[in-house]
């Protein structure tokens, strides 16, 4: 069974995205009707295999929606601070520009190398940052696929299953969907591992990155 994905944190870049532009002499697409959810299919009598989708229950379990959270949190602090360094480093560029044949050569040179060690200091913090946000995530992802194991097994044997497939990983074509016991897990799992309080600080509100400031 391959990871599963929690959550894909969001890469630690800084950008600004344009409103959504209407023509107003172009009447608004109708909003489609959303379909009647139907029914779940019941377990097809005298079946022995079964498939789950992963990503579902990763979505779905309260522990699941913690440890996500626990990621987003993390990457929205890193990506504020970093927000942070790219002002001073904005700032020291603009002094640079602005003042720097009014300085003497060696305020210059001590601007210039002040500029020099904010830019280090970004390319390393991005790379530290971008490497502790993967590592919560493969913990948790490590964490939660030892509790989810388990749990799978349990249904198999209550059902009498032979076989559970993955639905993302197995090549599944098509099957009745009254196969899927990804509820019956999910259910269990929840049952299994109540939810805690979550211990995770209130992330910070990213910054708006400078204008000026090249995506990266």
Do not use: C
Not at 28 to 53: H, I, K, L, S
Not at 60 to 74: D, F, I, N, P, Y
Not at 161 to 188: C, E, N, P, R
């Amino acid at each position: 069974m391959r990871a599963i994905l929690l959550l894909a944190a969001a890469s630690l870049a800084l950008s600004g995205s344009a409103a959504a532009q209407t023509d107003p002499a172009t009447p608004p697409n109708p909003t489609p009707q959303a379909a009647a959810p139907q029914p779940p299919r019941p377990f097809p009598e005298g079946a022995r295999m079964a498939y789950v989708n992963v990503q579902v229950i990763a979505n779905e379990t309260a522990q699941g929606k913690t440890a996500s959270e626990r990621v987003q949190a993390l990457n929205e602090a890193k990506v504020a601070e970093l927000a942070s360094k790219n002002q001073q480093l904005q700032a020291a560029q603009q002094k640079l520009q602005q003042s720097g044949g009014l300085l003497s050569d060696s305020a210059r040179a001590q601007l210039e190398r002040e500029v020099e060690r904010l830019t280090i200091d970004i390319q390393r913090f991005t790379q530290d940052a971008q490497a502790d946000v993967r590592d919560l995530q493969e913990e948790l992802q490590s964490d939660f696929q030892r509790r989810l194991l388990p749990i799978i097994q349990r249904v198999a044997v209550e059902k009498g299953l032979h076989m559970i497939f993955s639905q993302l990983d197995a090549g599944l074509v098509w099957a009745d969907t009254g196969l899927d016991v990804t509820a019956d897990v999910i259910a269990k799992f929840d049952e299994a591992n109540p939810s805690a309080p979550s211990t995770a600080p209130p992330a910070a509100s990213p910054a708006a990155a400078p204008a000026a400031a090249p995506p990266q």
